[in-house]
């Protein structure tokens, strides 16, 4: 095991996917098509809460890692961010494409 940040960040990125995914998924019915997906990603319990736990989270994952590497924080804090800006990115068009593909309306 080489390379322990990749398998922590493919690790939390999954997680992090699954909650707005399977809310979407389960929520939605053929006589209520929009789901609660773009709620939990967005909305609840308030703005943009889900993306800030996401952020933090990144960012202390990748500096831990990068204290125990002995590798620069200011690094390891960006390539969080940057990792949660594609996480973020990716879910809104997954769960978008869901919600699309149950029969709703953006």
Same mark, same amino acid.
């Given at each position: ?33 929009p789901g609660k ?26 500096? *831990? ?5 002995? *590798?620069p924080m200011v690094q ?31």
């Amino acid at each position: 095991m080489k390379k322990p940040e990749i398998i922590i960040n493919v690790l939390l990125f999954l997680g992090f996917s699954a909650p707005p995914l399977l809310a979407e998924y389960m929520t939605a019915s053929p006589w209520d098509v929009p789901g609660k997906g773009f709620d939990v990603l967005c909305y609840e319990p308030f703005d943009y809460a889900y993306l800030f736990l996401a952020l933090t989270i990144f960012m202390v994952a990748n500096i *831990r890692i990068a204290q125990k590497q002995e *590798r620069p924080m200011v690094q390891a804090a960006m390539l969080g961010v940057f990792i949660t800006f594609v996480w973020f990115v990716t879910c809104l068009i997954v769960v978008g494409g869901m919600h699309l593909e149950l029969g709703g309306k953006l």
